[in-house]
Each structure stands twice: as structure tokens, then as C-alpha cells.
């Protein structure tokens, strides 16, 4: 070291200034030992020597330095998750009108099930209108009922005092449909 205020050995201007009798720099700290520098003397040109510091200030800084690092911590956990999510959104393809793509397996049975859909005759009352109507539905995967096709035969009003008569015929009708649709479609 020269009293100038450069190292030998890097060439880098020092930012304490250099005590003339010890040829150290005045209020440093050794990093090894902890203690001031004055007692304890480095063998050779020891690079292990930094400027002394207030507790606070480094306190601040190693929050700060704390704080960077969760954040970072953070934004790589959230690329991570969004990775994720894409690629699960990705593999399993794109959803259908019943929800997301089946594995092969449940999607042969669901082929196989609609390939034996049915057409029955069925009615309902909407808005004070009773229809009668033939349903081509199949048994689903949960065996519940699913409709793939609905058409309306024939409406009447609910409180239509010949109801029964116009509902019995309307289901006859809708039932001799069903099992002409029904022929039509097993060839």
C-alpha cells in the first residue's frame, strides 16, 4: 500500500484515509478477527479489510438487500406457477362443450354411448305452454340422462280445458316418431 491512497496489488483508490505511522487505513475493521485492525496486523497484503460502518446503516442495507432478494424470490415462483398453469391448460387440450378434454379411455365409452343414443318422447310446461316433444338422449359416463337433441312436436296452453285429449294425442304422435326416428337411424 502507498500513502497515497492506492493499493498495489489492484490499483483502486482507497475511500478512508491511510494513518502515515501504520501505513492502514484509519478506522478499519479486519473482517477474520472482528476487531480494529491496529492490534491485529495482516502477514503480507491482506484483501480482507473493509472501512468501518455504523450498525445502523448496515442494518438498512441488509433489510433492503433482504427485501430485493424475497421479491425476486417472488417473481421467479410466480413465472413458475404461470408456467405451470399454462402447461397443464396446454396438455389437456381444448375444452369441449362438456368441459375439458377426457382421457382416452372415458372418451371411447362416451363415443360408444352416444352411438347408442335414443330417441324418447317427452314433454314440459314452459310459461304457462305445455309441449310435447321427442329427446334423443344417452346414458352419460355419471348415468345420468344427457340430451343431444330436442324438437318440439307439438304446444298447447296449460289451462286449455281439453288438455288431456290434446296431451294424449300429442304423446301418441310423439311416440310412433320416436320409433320411426329410431328404425331410420339403426340402419
Known amino acids: 500500500m502507498t500513502s497515497e491512497g492506492y493499493t498495489t496489488r489492484w490499483n483502486i483508490p482507497r475511500v478512508v484515509p491511510i494513518d502515515a505511522r501504520r501505513r492502514r487505513p484509519t478506522g478499519v475493521r479486519d473482517v477474520m478477527s472482528g476487531r480494529r ?3 491485529r ?9 473493509i472501512p468501518e460502518r455504523s450498525t445502523a446503516n448496515y442494518r438498512l442495507v441488509m433489510v433492503f438487500a433482504l427485501a430485493e432478494l424475497a421479491l425476486v ?9 404461470g408456467g405451470w398453469a399454462a402447461w397443464a391448460a396446454l396438455r389437456s387440450g381444448p375444452p369441449g362443450p362438456g368441459g ?4 382416452p379411455r372415458p372418451r371411447a365409452q362416451l363415443a360408444a354411448a352416444i352411438a347408442q343414443a335414443r330417441w324418447e318422447p317427452g314433454h314440459d310446461e314452459v310459461d304457462g305452454v305445455t309441449r310435447v316433444l321427442v329427446r334423443r338422449t344417452y346414458t352419460g359416463l355419471d348415468g345420468f340422462p344427457t340430451v343431444l337433441e330436442e324438437r318440439v312436436l307439438e304446444s298447447f296452453p296449460a289451462a286449455d280445458p281439453a288438455w288431456e285429449a290434446l ?12 320409433a320411426y326416428l ?6
Request: with cysteine.
Open 100 to 103: 375439458p378434454r377426457l382421457a
Open 37 to 39: 485492525s491496529a492490534a
Open 41 to 49: 496486523v495482516c502477514p503480507g497484503r491482506c484483501p480482507f479489510v
Open 167 to 178: 296431451f294424449t294425442e300429442a304423446m301418441a304422435k310423439a311416440r310412433y316418431r320416436c
Open 182 to 187: 329410431n328404425a331410420e337411424e339403426s340402419h
Open 73 to 81: 424470490a417472488l417473481i421467479i415462483g410466480l413465472l413458475v406457477l
